[in-house]
C-alpha cells in the first residue's frame, strides 16, 4: 500500500511510520521538519505546512492518508479537499465526549459542541481541545477511520503523563497519588495502537473506533504498584484528593471518571490486543 501520514515523526506517527515500513509499505511522511528529520531513510520525506502548503502533494494518491495532526477543523478540511486517497484515517480523542459521569462511553454517546461563539475560536487548548476534534471528524469524508484513543504511552513519549509518574515512583519515598487507590484509569500502548491502526487500513475498515486499554479494568492503585515493580524503587503511596483545579496526571475528578472508562469492546472485536503494562513501563523506562 501507499501511505501518507501528515506528521509521522513524533509518538504514534513514529511507531506507525515503523510499523508499516516494516510491514513493507511504501510510506511517505509529510511534516514541518522541526522533529527527526530523516528518521525514516526508507521512507520518502516531504518537509512542509499542511496549513496552506498542500500543494507539494498535488497530483499524486495514496491508498490511505493518516492524519496524526489534525487539531484545527479548516486545516483539516484543506487536507481532506487536496489529498486523493481511498481512505482517510483521523486520530482524534476520547475528550470528544460531551458527559464523563457516564461510564462505559461508547462511539455513539454525545459529543462536545463549541461554544456558541460568532468566530470559534482556533487555539487549541485545555478547554478547546475536545470540541475542535468533534469540529475535525464533521470535517472527514464518508471513506474515513476515525480513531478515538485514551492516553497513550510508551517509548518516545512527548506527553509527559504515563512518563510522569514513572519518574515519581522512581525517585522513591512517599509520593503523594490522587483520590483512592480503586479510581478506574485507562492507558494504552501507543506500539499496540499503531499496530491495530496498520491492520485497519490494511483491511479498508472505516467507522468510529474507540481505542482505550489495557484489556481488563485498570485502577490507579494498581497502574502505580506496576511503575514501582517496574522501578525497583521503595515508593510508598499517600492518597489524598487534590485541589480541584490541579493538573495532575491520570487524575479527574470523581465524578468524571467515565473518562478512564471508556467502552473499547468495538475496536477488540476488531482485532486490538493489548500488551501487558508492566512491559510498557519498562520499555518506556528505557
Known amino acids: 500500500m501507499k501511505l501518507l501520514l501528515l506528521g509521522g515523526t513524533r509518538f504514534l506517527g513514529r511507531h506507525l511510520a515503523g510499523e508499516a515500513l ?4 511504501e510510506v511517505t511522511l509529510f511534516h514541518r521538519g522541526r522533529t527527526e528529520v530523516g528518521l525514516f531513510p ?9 496549513d496552506g502548503g498542500l500543494g507539494l502533494l498535488r497530483g499524486r494518491s495514496w491508498d490511505a492518508v493518516v492524519d496524526t495532526s489534525g487539531f484545527v477543523p479548516r486545516v483539516v478540511r484543506q487536507s481532506v479537499e487536496a489529498l486523493d486517497a481511498g481512505l482517510y484515517a483521523f486520530i482524534s480523542t ?3 465526549y460531551a458527559d464523563y459521569r457516564v461510564l462505559g462511553i461508547a462511539e455513539d454517546a454525545p459529543l462536545k459542541e463549541p461554544p456558541p461563539e460568532e468566530e470559534p475560536t482556533e487555539e487549541v487548548s485545555r478547554e478547546t481541545y475536545g470540541w475542535l476534534k468533534v469540529l475535525c471528524e464533521r470535517e472527514l469524508p464518508d471513506r474515513s477511520l476515525v480513531v478515538r484513543p485514551c492516553i497513550l504511552a510508551g517509548p518516545f513519549d512527548y506527553t509527559d503523563r ?3 509518574w514513572l519518574r515519581q515512583v522512581e525517585e522513591g519515598g512517599e509520593v503523594v497519588a490522587p483520590g483512592r487507590p480503586a479510581r478506574p484509569v485507562q492507558v494504552l500502548d501507543v506500539r499496540d495502537l499503531a499496530v491495530w491502526l496498520l491492520r485497519m487500513i490494511e483491511r479498508g475498515r472505516t467507522g468510529v473506533f474507540n481505542t482505550t486499554g489495557p ?3 485498570l485502577t490507579m492503585g494498581e497502574m502505580l504498584e506496576t511503575l514501582r515493580e517496574a522501578t525497583g524503587s521503595n515508593a510508598t503511596f499517600a492518597w489524598r484528593e487534590p485541589e480541584p483545579d490541579a493538573e495532575i496526571p491520570f487524575w479527574i475528578p470523581e465524578e468524571k471518571n467515565g473518562f478512564h472508562s471508556v467502552d473499547s469492546r468495538k475496536a477488540r472485536a476488531e482485532g486490538l490486543v493489548c500488551r501487558p503494562l ?3 513501563a519498562l ?3 528505557g
Not at 22 to 25: D, L, V
Not at 42 to 50: C, K, P, Q, V
Open 215 to 217: 484489556d481488563t479494568p
Open 22 to 25: 516494516a510491514s513493507g509499505h
Open 94 to 96: 476520547i475528550s470528544v
Open 283 to 285: 520499555d518506556t523506562r
Open 278 to 280: 508492566l512491559q510498557t
Open 162 to 164: 504515563f512518563t510522569w
Open 42 to 50: 526508507d521512507a520518502e520525506e516531504i518537509l512542509g505546512d499542511r
